[in-house]
């Protein structure tokens, strides 16, 4: 069983940078895959990026390249998403999950999920 809180979120304005944690309980934390993701008002949830196993590999959906990037420090059980010249249509709540399963965005193929954290990005 693995726990996931995130932290960070806020209101900030546009061209501004914030970054949301994801602090996990457990010792087995390395061993997941840990993707992100966000849902807007009245849209459906979907995928922001992933980091591997050990942080030698990242993945990102094409609305963030550039702009986001995901690390790990495994010893403090924590992911992290740095979010660089943030945009309006960023606004959304990001979550943080957990996988030992997959590879990707399909969010089946995640097992534990945060309560998310409220991004809110003013023009």
């Known amino acids: 069983q693995v726990q996931l809180v995130e932290s960070g979120g806020g209101l900030v304005q546009a061209g501004g940078s914030l970054r949301l944690s994801c602090a996990a309980s457990?010792?087995?934390?390395?061993?997941?895959?840990m993707g992100w993701f966000r849902q807007a008002p009245g849209k459906e949830r979907e995928f922001v990026g992933i980091i591997g196993r050990f942080g030698g590999v990242t993945a990102y959906a094409d609305s963030v390249r550039g702009r986001f990037t995901i690390s790990r420090d495994d010893a403090k059980n924590t992911v992290y998403l740095q979010m660089n010249s943030l945009k309006p249509e960023d606004t959304a709540v990001y979550y943080c999950?957990?996988?030992?399963?997959?590879?990707?965005?399909?969010?089946?193929?995640?097992?534990?999920w945060g309560q998310g954290t409220q991004v809110t990005v003013s023009s």
């Open positions: 457990g010792r087995t934390f390395s061993t997941y895959r």
């Open positions: 999950a957990a996988t030992q399963r997959a590879w990707g965005s399909e969010m089946n193929a995640y097992d534990y």
